[in-house]
């Protein structure tokens, strides 16, 4: 610390200006360290004195401080003016503050004079009025207030105020300032007298008219504004006014001033009443068969009209129906207000009615090339027959040669326009015609419709590689797995908080009481739904559904758990499979089918399964979102065939909402009750009526679009015999795939597959085909398995029914679309279907005749020719070619058993045509299924 007395030394030499702080450079500048005090040199104002609204500029020069002026607290530079605008004479303070010592101040003081006041206009607009009117005085001034007498109205500079003199009044605008002299200036209104109102002229021109005519007023006045009554109608002065009275009218013009007294004019319009006219009457038709009606319409004016007989009030142009029962002439009369009335007539003739009393063809029937005599009896009109365009005489025959079934109509009509007909069909029995119009595309074909279910006893991994091989050769394009009716007792097991089981297992309710742990007795070739998912890469593009077990749980106690189910859903997508269909159940509407449930068989049962947050239908989707949850359905349901009556109503009914398919099976057939017949010729389309049925069930229900998966079929359900791999079901099971795809069926797989020869079933005589054993698979699982099915050949061998399919994957082409043939000639031996293909057309014709030929004319609407025609075929012929020429085959032996082996059953035929004219002429051979591709 520095002594006091040392201190106050240092500080008297700091104030004598002697001492000098190292680092501080000794200038009296600003900088760090400067000591010297604020000063000020200068500080004025330029130009001191101001008048109100001008600026003066402040410039302080100044040293060692900051500067700042007030009032405003202005912060200056030393040397740079500041502009200021005072209102009023002010003396500004220039106050300069530093470290060196006090601050230092300076005044500058700047007088403000007001500015004088100015009037640059004031104006009066208009300048001359009227008595009673007003008039505008605009005042634009500054520097004080304005005053406007007489009257002392203040006023603001550009705004107008609104004077109304009595008389002429000259105004003076005085503006006074705060200070000083005021300013004035004046404007003068002029007010002249009111101007009368005067009427030159008030006309009609024409001054008479007729009822419904027009008469143009003119008035012409001034003074006022003119109004016309009665009407109320603003006119102006020259110009002329419509009016349509319709009685003789006086029109009085009012022409009111602004000020003062209106004054009128009348004018009369005289209406004169109309001459009644004719313009038209007439009937329409003007000649009816007895019991008809004709139209009377009349055209007329200047009156009112009565067409007697009748005393019919008419309206012009209006018809009215008369109905005579002879030749009538009737007769309008129109009366008018005043004068004689005029009438015109019209007649409607009756003719009797057409009738035909026969028509025929004799003979009815006739072969291509003969001729057939047509005869009409009829009276009462004029007959013609058609097609043809022959004209007809009563009871004289016409001779027509169809070349293929022809309808002829006979229509008779008489003078009135009415017709009557009657058809006679000759038939021609040598041919059968088939058009197809291209250009009409129906509902999109789905190749979904190509389908076949697998047996988990047998489709295994170890003969995935030959079974899938087998199904694509086919163009199979959808599987079903495990169904049947097994599935109601098989599992694959899953683990849950109850379970004791261990997974992967499978068992099965319906050979054991109860399942346990890797359970796999009785069932050789079973396989877990992890093993077959290996499977399903090799497949290729296969579509895969599944059939949830709905009749029995795990411990073979109760009905099935939709929490296992789910389960299976759950492993699909784990192993990489999303299954397009998971059903609930199998064929649960019949007694046969394995149910544990407390009612088992129950639709109501059944339906509680699938809805709810606990159901079938959650559960599943919640496992896998993606895929479709059915329900199964049986159109033809009745309890005489052990099926639960009412089913389809209550499950659909029911279960709304918490299903997205249905699945049908369908088995015309049962067991020996078996024939060809049917078979060939009625099943397919009886099949389409159970579709039908479906519909409208579906549709009863509120869920009309619902997708139908037809999940089983087959030609029958139990026992199969000699027909199961025979040409016949070929044939059924090819229109069942052309019926299929006209309904729109969604999905199709047929039963079954592979692994299912059953050996002897129904052999009877009276069922076509050369093997003696029957079996549910359409494709042979080879001699080492088929031991029961002598000679279906290698493995993957195709039955007539598989051949089906192969034929129809050139048909069932997904993004093409359902052609509708028209087919003349032999219907109960030709069935045809098509579809578009590939921009051309692929038609399936049948001959379901098992003895004779049939030749086919095959047309397209609107097409002659084709770049190329394909037709592939598969028959009766080449189904018996397998057995008849076996012998052919050194490697083939036969025993009088017909235990065949090692026999190559013969493919279909493929025929490429070339180029083609169309009609294309077509035999078809007997029991046939033929393709033809049309490019």
Known sequence: MMHKRVFAAVAAVFSLGIVTLAGCGGSSGGGGGNTNPPAITSFAANPASITAGSSSSLTAVFSNGTGVITPGNIAVSSGVATSVSPTATTTYTLTVSGPGGPNATSTAVVTVTPAAPTITSFSASPATITSGQSSSLTAVFTGGTGVVTPGNITVTSGTAISVSPTATTTYTLTVTPTSGTAVTSTATVTVTAPVLPVITSFTATPPTITVGGSSSLTAVFTGGTGVVTPGNINVTSGTAVSVTPTATQIYTLTVTPTTGTAITSTVTVTVNPVAPTITSFTAGPATITAGGSSNLTAVFTGGTGVVTPGNI?????????????????????????????????????????????????????????????????????????????????????????????????????????????????????????????????????????????????????????????????????????????????????????????????????????????????????????????????????????????????????????????????????????????????????????????????????????????????????????????GVVVDADCNSSSGCTGGWDTKVLSNAAGSYDFVEYHYYPQYGDVTSDTPLVHQYAQQFTTNIQTLRTELTTAGKANTPIYVGELGGNSANPGTQSWSITQGLFAG????????????????????????????????????????????????????????????????????????????????????????????????????????????????????????????????????????????????????????????????????????IDWALPTSNDMGSQSLPLTLTLTPWSMNVVLIK
């Open 313 to 629: 009030t008419v309206t012009s142009g209006t018809a009215i129906s008369v109905s005579p029962t002879a030749t009538q002439i009737y007769t309008l009369t129109v009366t008018p207000t005043s004068g004689t009335p005029i009438t015109s007539t019209a007649t409607v003739t009756v003719v009797a009615a057409p009738v035909i009393t026969s028509f025929t063809a004799n003979p009815a029937t006739i072969v291509t090339g003969s001729t057939s005599s047509l005869t009409g009896d009829f009276t009462g009109g004029t007959g013609l027959i058609t097609p043809g365009n022959y004209t007809a005489t009563n009871g004289a025959s016409i001779s027509v040669g169809p070349t293929s079934t022809t309808t002829y109509t006979l229509t008779v009509k008489n003078a009135a326009g009415t017709t009557v007909t009657s058809t006679a069909t000759v038939t021609v029995t040598s041919g059968t015609s088939v058009t197809v119009d291209p250009s009409t595309p129906g509902i999109a074909v789905t190749d979904q419709i190509l389908g076949v279910n697998l047996e988990a006893w047998y489709v295994a991994p170890s003969n995935a590689t030959s079974s899938n091989s087998a199904l694509n050769q086919a163009g199979m394009k959808a599987i079903r797995w495990p169904g049947g009716s097994w599935s109601d007792g098989y599992h694959w097991g899953y683990q849950t908080t109850s379970s004791t089981l261990v997974a992967p297992y499978n068992c099965t309710c319906s050979s054991a009481t109860s399942c346990t742990a890797n359970d796999t007795t009785g069932w050789a070739g079973n396989q877990t739904f992890a093993q077959f998912a290996t499977m399903i890469p090799e497949a290729g593009p296969f579509d895969l559904a599944l059939t949830a077990n709905y009749g029995t749980n795990e411990s073979c106690t109760g009905g099935g758990d939709p929490k296992e189910a789910a389960a299976w859903a759950a492993a699909a997508v784990t192993d990489g499979i999303t299954p397009s269909h998971i059903t609930v159940g199998n064929e649960e509407y019949g007694t046969w089918e394995t149910d544990l449930h407390t009612l088992p068989n129950d639709p109501a049962t059944y339906a509680a399964s699938v809805v709810g947050s606990s159901g079938y239908y959650s559960l599943i989707k919640a496992a896998s979102p993606n895929t479709l949850v």
């Open 735 to 902: 229109q069942i795939i052309g019926e299929a795809m006209n309904d729109g069926v969604s999905r199709l797989t047929w039963w079954d597959s592979l692994g299912n020869c059953f050996g002897a079933g129904n052999n009877s005589s009276s069922l076509y085909g050369w093997q003696d054993w029957g079996a549910q698979d359409i494709f042979s699982a080879g001699p080492s398995v088929d031991t029961n099915c002598p000679g279906d050949g290698a493995i993957g061998t195709m039955s007539p029914t598989a051949e089906a399919f192969n034929l129809f994957q050139n048909v069932a082409v997904t993004g093409e679309h359902v052609l509708t043939p028209t087919v003349s000639g032999d219907t109960a031996d030709v069935h045809v279907y098509a579809a578009t293909h590939s921009g051309g057309t692929a038609l399936v014709l049948f001959n379901l005749n098992q003895t004779s030929s049939q030749t086919v004319s095959v047309a397209l609407t609107g097409v002659t020719d084709s770049t190329d025609v394909t037709v592939i075929t598969y028959d009766k012929e080449i189904y018996d070619y397998t057995n008849t020429n076996c012998a052919l085959d050194p490697s083939c032996t036969v025993d009088p058993n017909h235990n065949y082996s090692n």
